[in-house]
């Protein structure tokens, strides 16, 4: 027996030993791995979310990623899930990595600016990308003409009730905006009512239901417009809608009522965006091509870093202080022009014309 009981020992013993060996091998690669992480990147972006437009993944993030490599400086890039305290969490950790500028698309207004702030603190640049945060300290706002987007899609729901001959019959238009967290939303809703606005006030168009939706939540939106169908009895003649993917939620509410297409406007110049045009329910997106906001804020990131004097096209109010821009135009694409997103390469035109939706092409 007693031997035996050595015999065991001496098992249990080279298995203790063998597991500690191997634990300290995973806690060598572990810390390892957490070493080459903290490494981190010169450029830290921030961006919001993949659900409330598929740009943010699709379309900004490789961009940023390919300019700020031809810029010869490293990043990482991150995305929230529309989670302001996960993007603090992701800013804090680029900033513990030893990043030399966050880029940061706001998901709302006081954590952004606490970014900003919690960066500044550390003498930490930021870039304010697509979305200004009010009240924040960034070095510079790189961003499309967001007052301009919005005057694109007023003209779009005019052009549209225009083309079905609805405009002489003083048609009924809703608005569907983004969320009311996002400034942009304001800038997207002031430029489309400055265009809707005075045709109300004329009598020429009818004022419909108006309502933001929380965080651009695409089914949200939905639901939101099969109220407003349900508080007009139906009678919506032309809705301004914020972006594509709204746009897809309100074309699904009409379809689902049994309604015919009427004027519906866009952003994002997504594919699903481009079907619905090509095949007769949206009148229009707004194109806001973002290797051009990309290329910008890589530009604007390097300056940032070499400390060279910020290339810019203004500035923008940002409450009692004026904030350095660099602000790009963005373009009005309908079934007439919508080709030009494949000719000029931002997307492939087997992106679009494939299923059902081949035959519009």
């Given at each position: 027996?007693?031997?035996?009981?050595?015999?065991?020992?001496?098992?249990?013993?080279?298995?203790?030993?063998?597991?500690?060996?191997?634990?300290?091998?995973?806690?060598?690669?572990?810390?390892?791995?957490?070493?080459?992480?903290?490494?981190?990147?010169?450029?830290?972006?921030?961006?919001?979310?993949?659900?409330?437009?598929?740009?943010?993944?699709?379309?900004?993030?490789?961009?940023?990623?390919?300019?700020?490599?031809?810029?010869?400086?490293?990043?990482?890039?991150?995305?929230?899930?529309?989670?302001?305290?996960?993007?603090?969490?992701?800013?804090?950790?680029?900033?513990a990595s030893g990043a030399k500028v966050i880029v940061e698309v706001a998901i709302d207004a006081g954590s952004a600016a606490?970014?900003?702030?919690?960066?500044?603190?550390?003498?930490?640049?930021?870039?304010?990308?697509?979305?200004?945060?009010?009240?924040?300290?960034?070095?510079?706002?790189?961003?499309?003409?967001?007052?301009?987007?919005?005057?694109?899609?007023?003209?779009?729901?005019?052009?549209?009730?225009?083309?079905?001959?609805?405009?002489?019959?003083?048609?009924?238009?809703?608005?569907?905006?983004?969320?009311?967290?996002?400034?942009?939303?304001?800038?997207?809703?002031?430029?489309?009512?400055?265009?809707?606005?005075?045709?109300?006030?004329?009598?020429?168009?009818?004022?419909?239901?108006?309502?933001?939706?929380?965080?651009?939540?695409?089914?949200?939106?939905?639901?939101?417009?099969?109220?407003?169908?349900?508080?007009?009895?139906?009678?919506?003649?032309?809705?301004?809608?914020?972006?594509?993917?709204?746009?897809?939620?309100?074309?699904?509410?009409?379809?689902?009522?049994?309604?015919?297409?009427?004027?519906?406007?866009?952003?994002?110049?997504?594919?699903?965006?481009?079907?619905?045009?090509?095949?007769?329910?949206?009148?229009?997106?707004?194109?806001?091509?973002?290797?051009?906001?990309?290329?910008?804020?890589?530009?604007?990131?390097?300056?940032?870093?070499?400390?060279?004097?910020?290339?810019?096209?203004?500035?923008?109010?940002?409450?009692?202080?004026?904030?350095?821009?660099?602000?790009?135009?963005?373009?009005?694409?309908?079934?007439?022009?919508?080709?030009?997103?494949?000719?000029?390469?931002?997307?492939?035109?087997?992106?679009?014309?494939?299923?059902?939706?081949?035959?519009?092409?």
């Open positions: 027996m007693r031997k035996v009981f050595r015999r065991s020992t001496f098992v249990l013993m080279a298995v203790a030993a063998a597991a500690a060996a191997l634990a300290a091998v995973l806690v060598a690669g572990a810390t390892a791995g957490s070493s080459k992480h903290a490494a981190g990147g010169d450029v830290c972006v921030l961006f919001p979310d993949p659900a409330t437009s598929i740009r943010w993944v699709h379309y900004d993030a490789p961009a940023m990623k390919s300019e700020l490599k031809k810029a010869g400086v490293t990043s990482q890039i991150y995305n929230a899930n529309n989670d302001a305290q996960k993007q603090k969490a992701q800013a804090d950790q680029c900033l606490a970014i900003e702030r919690s960066a500044k603190a550390k003498g930490i640049p930021s870039i304010d990308y697509d979305r200004q945060t009010k009240g924040g300290v960034a070095s510079i706002y790189v961003s499309f003409d967001g007052h301009q987007v919005g005057v694109l899609q007023g003209q779009g729901v005019v052009n549209g009730l225009k083309s079905n001959g609805k405009y002489s019959q003083h048609p009924v238009v809703a608005e569907v905006n983004g969320g009311s967290t996002d400034a942009n939303s304001f800038l997207f809703k002031g430029g489309y009512d400055s265009v809707l606005k005075p045709l109300y006030a004329k009598g020429v168009l009818k004022k419909g239901p108006d309502q933001f939706v929380p965080q651009w939540n695409n089914q949200t939106a939905g639901t939101i417009f099969d109220q407003m169908l349900v508080k007009t009895g139906n009678k919506i003649d032309a809705v301004a809608v914020a972006n594509d993917g709204m746009a897809g939620a309100v074309i699904a509410s009409l379809k689902k009522h049994g309604l015919k297409p009427i004027p519906v406007t866009g952003q994002d110049a997504t594919p699903q965006g481009f079907q619905n045009i090509i095949s007769g329910w949206q009148t229009m997106t707004v194109w806001k091509d973002t290797r051009v906001l990309a290329k910008a804020a890589a530009k604007a990131a390097v300056q940032l870093i070499k400390g060279q004097k910020l290339t810019t096209t203004g500035s923008v109010a940002n409450g009692s202080k004026r904030e350095a821009a660099f602000i790009i135009p963005p373009v009005a694409l309908y079934k007439s022009n919508w080709r030009k997103i494949y000719t000029s390469g931002f997307l492939k035109k087997s992106d679009i014309c494939i299923g059902q939706f081949k035959k519009f092409c």
